[in-house]
């Protein structure tokens, strides 16, 4: 199973980008607290849209409660690692991924990060921006995680208008 770990997020629309990419790629979203807005936020529900009821989000106090009741494999995302995220294994599809993102202005608290030194990884970019948008960071970074383990539970056709609906007349 994969999951998305958002660490102290500020900015509503991307965590609520983050929960409609999180419903469309089968992966569990988790918060860690605190949070710059309410789960109930209009801006985080509009760009969510109507996918809330379908989301498995689970919200944690602190870091300390996240890892006493999560272990598995832990990866952080961080402009400061020197490992590119595609050099990463994430192909065994039954252990538990969890993908780590940090707060939209400082990313994830250091301490944890030096905890996790070994675990933490770049996504290249130019030099031009200090980061790229959160919600698109998680995109990248949960699409690459299931290319890696060939999409498990997810549909290459279109499935609302059916496979075939370029093709008729």
């Known amino acids: 199973m994969n999951h998305i770990v958002l660490v102290h997020p500020v900015i509503a629309g991307n965590t609520g980008n983050i929960m409609r990419t999180c ?11 605190p ?6 936020d209009k801006k985080m529900k509009r760009a969510g849209v109507d996918y809330f009821d379908k989301l498995t989000l689970h919200v944690y ?8 009741k999560n272990p598995g494999e832990y990866h952080f995302f961080t402009r400061y690692s020197k490992l590119c995220y595609t050099d990463q294994d994430f192909s065994d599809s039954s252990k538990e ?28 970019m130019s030099d031009k921006v200090r980061s ?18 060939s999409y498990p539970n997810l549909s ?13 007349l």
């Open 23 to 33: 419903v469309g790629t089968d992966t569990v979203l988790h918060i860690i607290k």
């Open 97 to 124: 991924h969890y993908l780590f993102f940090g707060h939209e202005h400082d990313g994830i608290p250091k301490e944890i990060l030096t905890k996790y030194i070994d675990n933490c990884l770049r996504i290249p």
């Open 132 to 149: 790229l948008n959160l919600s698109n960071c998680a995109a990248i970074c949960i699409y690459e995680t299931l290319r890696q383990q």
């Open 156 to 168: 290459k056709v279109e499935v609302q208008k059916g496979e075939e609906f370029l093709y008729e």
């Open 35 to 40: 949070m710059g807005f309410e789960l109930d």
């Open 61 to 68: 106090e602190d870091f300390e409660e996240f890892e006493a």
